[in-house]
């Protein structure tokens, strides 16, 4: 299985998220994980360990997003879990989740909801962020996506 995760903007100061993040691969330890950070984060997101992308600070179109061939990456990669750490509305990370072409797209309960995420995750925590991005983790572990859910890649 290949999973897309999105963190939030601002990941380059929040390194509790980021050893949080680190646990995936032990999570999914037979998925191939893609982090997809916001422009100018890659090398901050590679100290997870695991494979970062982020788009060319210089290569946006008019709206401050990244062009086609960004996404495109993205797309390639055929994931079919998508997993959103950002706890507030965020245009880049929703279109990288319609992007990814994955079938199963998580996030949190208030952030998007469908089309962007179609499997929402509920925090008691909602007022503090560190606590929300270790009950996501949490549930991830427990549920263990890749061993208990079908392939979730959308078809045409």
């Known amino acids: 299985k290949r999973i897309v995760v999105t963190l939030p903007a ?3 100061t929040n390194s509790v998220l980021l050893r949080m993040v ?3 691969p032990v999570i999914f330890p037979s998925s191939d994980l893609m982090v997809v950070v916001p422009a100018g984060c890659t090398e901050v997101a590679r100290k997870t360990g695991m494979h970062a992308i982020s788009p060319d600070l210089y290569a946006a179109n008019l709206f401050g997003l990244p062009k086609q ?6 797309a390639d990669f055929d994931s079919s879990v998508f997993i959103d750490f950002e706890t507030h509305r965020n245009i880049f990370n929703a279109l990288v989740a319609i992007n990814s072409g994955a079938g199963l797209r998580i996030g949190l309960a ?3 909801g469908a089309p962007i995420h179609n499997f929402e995750i509920r925090s008691s925590f909602q007022h503090d962020e560190l606590k929300v991005y270790r009950s996501m983790i949490d549930l991830l572990t427990s549920i263990q996506l ?6 979730f890649r959308e078809t045409n």
């Open 110 to 112: 208030g952030v998007w």
């Open 10 to 12: 601002g990941i380059q």
């Open 69 to 74: 061939d960004f996404f495109k990456k993205v």
């Open 146 to 151: 890749t061993s208990v859910m079908p392939d």
């Open 22 to 24: 680190s646990e995936l």
